[in-house]
C-alpha cells in the first residue's frame, strides 16, 4: 500500500512539474458576473478527444514560454469548431506548444458558445469574449512580459471567424472598459477560417450556431467580415487548403482581396492538398512554418526564433 501512494504521489509531483515548466494556469475570463448571460447550470462537457460542448463560463488558459525566451509577442488562440464545439487539442494544446517553441506567451480562449439558453443575445458572446481576453492580456502585459503593441490574435475554422470578427469590430467595446484599452489585435493569423456569412461562401453550420437560421440581412453583413476590412484593420496572415471541402478556400481570398484593397499589410499561403484541418501533407506539417516566417518577416519575433 506504501509503494502504491508513493507511487500516486511521484506520478502527481511529475505532473505537477511539467505543468508549471510548461506555465499553464487557467483562469477565469470575468471577475464577478459574466456580461450578456442569463444564468444556468453548467452543462460543459468535454470527451476523450478534448471537444468541448456547452461552454458557457468561459475561461483562458496562460502558455508561458520558457525562462529566458520571450520576446515580448503575445497571441490569443481560439480553436475552432463551427461555433458548437471547441477543438481544444489540435486548435489549442498543441498550437500553443508551437507558439512557445518561438519565444511567443500564449493563450488558448475558452469562449462562450451560442446558445439563447445561456445568453441574452448569442451572437456577441463569442466576440465579447475575444475582446475581454485581449483586455486581459493588455492588463498583465508586464507581470506576463507581454508588450502591448505585439498583442496578436490567431484562429482556426469558426474560431477564424471569430479571430477576424475581433479584428474589424474592435472600434466598438462589447464589454466593460473603464480604462479604454485598445481592444485592436496588433496582428492576425487565421487557419482555415470561416470569413463570410454570405450564402455564396459561408460554412451554413457556422452561421447558423451565431446568428440563426433566420438571420437579417443586416446580420449577415455584419459578420461578414471581408465586408467590414478597413484601413485600421490589423495586419494578417492566411493559410488555407486548397482541396477544403468544408469551409471554400475562397473564404480566405476573400479576405486577403479586402485587406489589399485598403491597403492593410497582408500574407496568404495555399497548400494544394490539407483538406479542413489540415489532415493531409503537405500542411500538416508544414503549416506552422509558414506562419512563423511570416511573424519574423513582420518583426513580431526575431530571426534565430523562428525555429521549429
Known amino acids: 500500500m506504501k509503494i502504491k501512494n508513493l507511487s500516486v504521489l511521484a506520478a502527481l509531483l511529475i505532473l505537477t512539474a511539467t505543468m508549471e515548466s510548461?506555465?499553464?494556469q487557467v483562469i477565469p475570463l470575468y471577475e464577478g458576473g459574466i456580461p450578456n448571460s442569463i444564468k444556468t447550470d453548467n452543462r460543459e462537457h468535454e470527451n476523450s478527444a478534448h471537444f468541448i460542448t456547452k461552454v458557457s463560463q468561459p475561461t483562458l488558459t496562460i502558455y508561458l514560454p520558457a525562462a529566458g525566451s520571450s520576446n515580448g509577442t503575445a497571441v490569443i488562440v481560439c480553436p475552432g469548431g463551427g461555433y458548437t464545439m471547441l477543438n481544444f487539442n489540435m486548435e489549442g494544446d498543441s498550437v500553443v506548444r508551437k507558439l512557445n517553441s518561438i519565444g511567443v506567451t500564449a493563450f488558448v480562449l475558452k469562449y462562450r458558445l451560442p446558445d439563447d439558453s445561456t445568453m441574452v443575445d448569442k451572437s456577441i458572446g463569442p466576440l465579447q469574449d475575444a475582446q475581454r481576453a485581449i483586455m486581459i492580456v493588455k492588463t498583465h502585459a508586464a507581470e506576463w512580459n507581454i508588450d502591448t503593441t505585439k498583442v496578436g490574435i490567431m484562429?482556426?475554422?469558426a474560431?477564424?471567424?471569430l479571430a477576424a470578427t475581433a479584428g474589424t469590430q474592435f472600434s466598438r467595446s462589447y464589454i466593460n472598459n473603464p480604462s479604454n484599452i485598445s481592444l485592436r489585435p496588433s496582428f492576425m493569423i487565421l487557419v482555415y477560417p470561416v470569413i463570410s456569412f454570405t450564402d455564396s461562401l459561408t460554412h451554413k453550420g457556422s452561421r447558423a450556431a451565431l446568428i440563426?437560421?433566420?438571420a437579417s440581412a443586416a446580420?449577415?453583413?455584419f459578420f461578414s467580415n471581408e465586408y467590414q476590412v478597413t484601413s485600421e484593420t490589423p495586419p494578417t496572415f492566411l493559410i488555407h487548403a486548397g482541396d477544403d471541402r468544408l469551409v471554400s478556400v475562397k473564404n480566405s481570398i476573400a479576405f486577403y482581396l479586402a485587406l489589399q484593397k485598403n491597403k492593410v499589410p497582408a500574407?496568404?499561403?495555399i497548400f494544394p492538398k490539407g483538406q479542413h484541418g489540415f489532415f493531409m501533407e503537405p500542411a500538416r506539417s508544414n503549416w506552422f512554418e509558414y506562419c512563423s516566417k511570416w511573424l519574423?518577416?513582420?518583426g513580431w519575433i526575431k530571426q534565430n526564433t523562428a525555429k521549429q
Open 296 to 298: 519574423q518577416e513582420n
Open 219 to 221: 446580420q449577415v453583413t
Open 212 to 214: 440563426g437560421t433566420n
Open 267 to 269: 500574407g496568404i499561403h
Open 159 to 161: 474560431g477564424g471567424h
Open 155 to 157: 484562429g482556426f475554422s
Open 22 to 24: 510548461f506555465g499553464q
